[in-house]
């Protein structure tokens, strides 16, 4: 196999979008990606899209907007890791010698939806057991287990926030800087999550270039792995609710073993948060720190930009958004805009591996190790 580079990037500002129709986001993703790469869409050879909600034939007419080139349209639907899952499509069908060029686009709307902004109605698993509920139950479980107060999750909330005060592309922006007081005194959700330690749902659209050959800015996709939900014993969940630690876990290794790094080597991190108490958990099963390391990390600042692990600093599916299926592809575009030393004035000192990290509900995982 060949080696695959993302030489492109291209995200829409998330938020409520009203009126624009959904494939408007997905182009304007794709064309900002291409802009960013200075590619045509003539050189593209492949085009592969993600939505969790969208419409019978969204992709091809994301695609068609962008050009009537005849090339292959694969959409698929793979919940918060569609992207990710649209993205390991295209790095294969570049390295695979398949074609030169290939481009991943996702794009979403769920402001309109109910209920929360979620999930549509017709969906009646969510009305007996919402997300915040799953992520309740994980976050009750790690703070009992470490003996810690909810105090250490409104710590990693609050880095989240204040990292989107910096992303002029993230949904929440606050005016003043977000503490912990801040965090833990906002409306109560599903104890122990407040609505500030809670995704926002919001429209947007994110698309990446993969090519062939390196180009000025690219980054290299060392590795990029996916998995389904593993028998585990020890999770009780079911239903469209995400896997267990133990399948971010071998999803990781895989990555990591593919790659030939470990996670010491690993310098910026963007993973799935729909709750920031899965920021904790997500770190702890990816070997990237223990339970300890994590409550010394949030309380000192070492999880933000300028820390020791800086995690989700575009603000995540916290503050940045959550547009389901583009949300993979934001994760990947922050990570690649840091490795190139672009993300002022958030940028990590002198990035040279990131992970990018997004999971699906019903049981989908899939990790990705870039390098500058």
């Known amino acids: 196999m060949n080696m695959a580079y993302l030489t492109g990037v291209g995200v829409t500002e998330f938020g409520r979008h009203g009126e624009v129709p959904l494939s408007e986001l997905g182009f304007a993703a794709a064309r900002k990606a291409l802009a960013d790469a200075n590619i045509d869409y003539d050189e593209v050879g492949e085009v592969f899209t993600a939505s969790a909600l969208a419409p019978p034939q969204t992709g091809l007419k994301v695609a068609?907007?962008?050009?009537?080139?005849?090339?292959?349209?694969?959409?698929?639907?793979?919940?918060?890791a569609g992207g990710l899952v649209a993205l390991r499509q295209a790095v294969w069908a570049v390295a695979s010698g398949r074609c030169r060029t290939a481009l991943a686009i996702g794009y979403e709307k769920t402001t309109a939806l109910e209920p929360g902004g979620v999930v549509p109605a017709a969906v009646g698993f969510w009305d007996r057991f919402p997300p915040q509920t799953h992520y309740a139950i994980e976050a009750a479980r790690w703070l009992y287990d470490s003996g810690c107060g909810p105090d250490v999750i409104a710590a990693?909330?609050?880095?989240?926030?204040?990292?989107?005060?910096?992303?002029?592309?993230?949904?929440?922006?606050?005016?003043?800087?977000?503490?912990?007081?801040?965090?833990?005194?906002?409306?109560l959700v599903a104890e122990p999550l407040t609505k500030m330690m809670c995704h926002a749902s919001v429209d947007g659209g994110a698309a990446v270039v993969v090519t062939a050959e390196p180009r000025p800015r690219s980054v290299s996709v060392l590795s990029i792995e996916q998995t389904s939900w593993p028998a585990d014993s020890a999770w009780p969940l079911v239903g469209p609710v995400v896997g267990p630690p133990s399948q971010l876990t071998?999803?990781?290794?895989?990555?990591?073993?593919?790659?030939?790094?470990?996670?010491?080597?690993?310098?910026?991190?963007?993973?799935?948060?729909?709750?920031?108490?899965?920021?904790?958990?997500?770190?702890?099963?990816?070997?990237?720190?223990?339970?300890?390391?994590?409550?010394?990390?949030?309380?000192?600042?070492?999880?933000?930009?300028?820390?020791a692990l800086p995690v989700n600093t575009d603000g995540g599916c916290i503050a940045?958004?959550?547009?389901?299926?583009?949300?993979?592809?934001?994760?990947?575009?922050?990570?690649?805009?840091?490795?190139?030393?672009?993300?002022?004035?958030r940028q990590v000192r002198s990035p040279r591996i990131g992970l990018v990290q997004a999971v699906g509900g019903g049981g989908s995982c899939v990790a990705a190790v870039l390098a500058a």
Not at 324 to 345: D, F, K, M, N, S
């Open 64 to 80: 068609l907007a962008l050009g009537r080139t005849g090339i292959p349209v694969t959409a698929t639907e793979s919940a918060s």
């Open 250 to 307: 071998l999803t990781a290794q895989r990555a990591y073993a593919f790659a030939g790094v470990t996670p010491p080597d690993i310098d910026v991190v963007s993973l799935h948060d729909m709750c920031a108490s899965e920021e904790i958990t997500a770190l702890v099963a990816m070997g990237l720190a223990d339970s300890s390391e994590i409550v010394k990390l949030a309380e000192a600042g070492g999880l933000a930009y300028d820390g």
């Open 320 to 345: 940045r958004g959550h547009p389901i299926g583009a949300t993979g592809l934001a994760q990947t575009a922050e990570v690649v805009i840091q490795l190139r030393g672009e993300a002022e004035p």
């Open 156 to 187: 990693v909330a609050a880095k989240s926030h204040n990292h989107a005060r910096l992303n002029p592309l993230a949904a929440r922006r606050s005016v003043e800087p977000v503490t912990v007081s801040d965090v833990l005194a906002a409306r």
